[in-house]
């Protein structure tokens, strides 16, 4: 039994797929934010991050509080892609191959056959992922840097393209696990929604007061699609003044933190602000680009030793740090 027969839906990683045109880019971008539009209210900037996430080849932590709909964001933005989509709900007694999958004795062939987990999808939301202690989260750590699982020496390439939605409880510390470092810097983007305004939510019981709009949301874009839109990302000009400045900004982070954005950090503010040019219907990175993505992009990376935040140190950089 090959890798290919176990993993569903699993495609080779090709850079043989033709990008978009940017209007088509830009086009693309819209109508999936409108399609989603039609069941999230009031979190249009959400929509966004999650897509430029996706399109920039990376994965998203949502942190905040229970009920305002994290969950069923991602939901509609995958069945807006019309792509393969799996939840796992994180919990204390969850194991690491319960997320990743596990080979399994078949007696008829006498061989060991791999049964892949929810991990195998377009789109993973990992659902209160800080309820799970640190060995099962880490075992997301290959999966969201490599796209790839690998169990009992195997390596299993996961469909293309592949996201993690995770979402993280903040408002019962002692019933969950602080996030492993190397864990949050795999993610691209960290973002909160927030409770909506009274019109928004005034707006919301009115959609959900019959059927549920979930139910009814078609797809407006193919897996083709997105894979074509991160070629575009990828083929977006980021000059060099402009990765100096990227550059100097995450070396302010490390020289005013105890523990500042990393390598990995500075190249996926890179990749978001080509996302975010795309977004804007351009072939080319503004340093703007770069101010608009930083602070969702930076500042779940820093660490420091006093009361001021990851965020106030991307504020200050943003401030501080010139653009030459």
């Known amino acids: 039994m090959t890798d290919a027969d176990a993993v569903p839906d699993s495609e080779p990683r090709?850079?043989?797929?033709?990008?978009?045109?940017?209007?088509?880019?830009?086009?693309?971008?819209?109508?999936?934010?409108?399609?989603?539009e039609r069941v999230i209210v009031g979190h249009r900037d959400a929509i966004e991050h999650i897509l430029i996430t996706l399109f920039a080849r990376g994965n998203l932590l949502l942190e905040d509080v229970p009920g305002v709909g994290k969950t069923m964001l991602a939901r509609s933005v995958a069945t807006s892609l019309d792509c393969s989509f799996n939840r796992v709900q994180f919990t204390p007694?969850?194991?690491p191959s319960d997320v990743t999958g596990v080979s399994?004795?078949?007696?008829?062939?006498?061989?060991?056959?791999?049964?892949?987990?929810?991990?195998?999808?377009?789109?993973?939301?990992?659902d209160e992922i800080n309820r799970a202690p640190p060995k099962t989260q880490a075992a997301l750590l290959e999966v969201?840097?490599?796209?790839?699982?690998?169990?009992?020496?195997?390596?299993?390439?996961?469909?293309?393209?592949?996201?993690?939605?995770?979402?993280?409880?903040?408002?019962?510390p002692g019933r969950t696990y602080e996030l492993p470092v190397a864990e949050v810097d795999r993610f691209t983007k960290k973002i909160r929604l927030g409770y909506p305004t009274e019109a928004e939510e005034t707006e919301?019981?009115?959609?959900?007061?019959?059927?549920?709009?979930?139910?009814?949301?078609?797809?407006?874009?193919?897996?083709?699609?997105?894979?074509?839109?991160?070629?575009?990302?990828?083929?977006?000009?980021?000059?060099?003044?402009?990765r100096a400045y990227v550059s100097r900004l995450a070396g302010y982070t490390r020289e005013h933190a105890r523990l500042g954005a990393s390598p990995r950090g500075a190249i996926a503010l890179v990749r978001a602000s080509q996302a975010r040019a795309m977004f804007e219907g351009r072939g080319?990175?503004?340093?703007?680009?770069?101010?608009?993505?930083?602070?969702?992009?930076?500042?779940?990376?820093?660490?420091t030793d006093s009361a001021v935040d990851g965020g106030e140190i991307v504020e200050r950089a943003l401030e501080d740090v010139a653009v030459e």
């Open 14 to 36: 090709s850079s043989s797929v033709s990008p978009l045109d940017i209007d088509e880019a830009t086009a693309l971008t819209t109508r999936i934010v409108d399609n989603v």
């Open 93 to 95: 007694d969850l194991l």
């Open 104 to 126: 399994v004795f078949n007696e008829k062939t006498r061989e060991f056959e791999f049964q892949p987990g929810p991990v195998f999808a377009n789109v993973v939301l990992g």
């Open 144 to 172: 969201m840097a490599e796209g790839q699982v690998t169990v009992d020496g195997e390596t299993h390439p996961v469909p293309d393209p592949f996201t993690v939605i995770a979402t993280q409880n903040d408002v019962e």
């Open 204 to 242: 919301l019981l009115g959609r959900v007061a019959g059927e549920h709009p979930i139910e009814s949301l078609g797809a407006v874009a193919t897996v083709g699609d997105v894979r074509r839109a991160r070629e575009t990302v990828a083929g977006i000009t980021v000059r060099e003044p402009v």
């Open 284 to 303: 080319y990175v503004l340093p703007d680009d770069v101010k608009t993505e930083a602070p969702t992009v930076l500042s779940h990376r820093i660490r």
